[in-house]
């Protein structure tokens, strides 16, 4: 059974970083691609990074580019998202997600494995 769970999520101010983690495990962390999302209250889940399961590949929203860097850990069975210059527009659950197909994470929401969450407020 696979699971996913999201850690370092907090209250910070404006301007500040926040390092989130997700620990995959019940299967081969290896063989999967890996992506985090997000959602804010009364909004749609939003995609905001994504890596191939190697790490050489990694895709980002257009809200979080340049801002935001997704890393794994083969080793450790870890996904990382360094949250730099956060802004109160940041705020939401972040979600990471897991699938053997990093195309299914990048085109739709439907990637097999998901983490519970942990939330990300910044306040102004």
């Known amino acids: 059974q696979v699971q996913l769970v999201e850690s370092g999520g907090g209250l910070v101010q404006a301007g500040d970083s926040l390092r989130l983690s997700c620990t995959f495990s019940?299967?081969?962390?290896?063989?999967?691609?890996t992506g985090w999302f997000r959602q804010a209250p009364g909004k749609e889940r939003e995609f905001i990074a994504a890596?191939?399961?190697?790490?050489?590949?990694?895709y980002y929203a257009d809200s979080v580019k340049g801002r935001f860097t997704i890393r794994r850990d083969n080793a450790k069975d870890t996904v990382y998202l360094q949250t730099n210059s956060l802004k109160p527009g940041d705020t939401a659950v972040y979600y990471c997600?897991?699938?053997?197909?990093?195309?299914?994470?990048?085109?739709?929401?439907?990637?097999?494995?998901w983490g519970q969450g942990t939330q990300v407020t910044v306040s102004s």
């Open positions: 997600a897991a699938d053997p197909s990093l195309r299914v994470i990048l085109d739709n929401f439907l990637a097999a494995y």
């Open positions: 019940g299967r081969t962390f290896s063989t999967y691609a």
């Open positions: 890596c191939s399961w190697d790490g050489s590949s990694s």
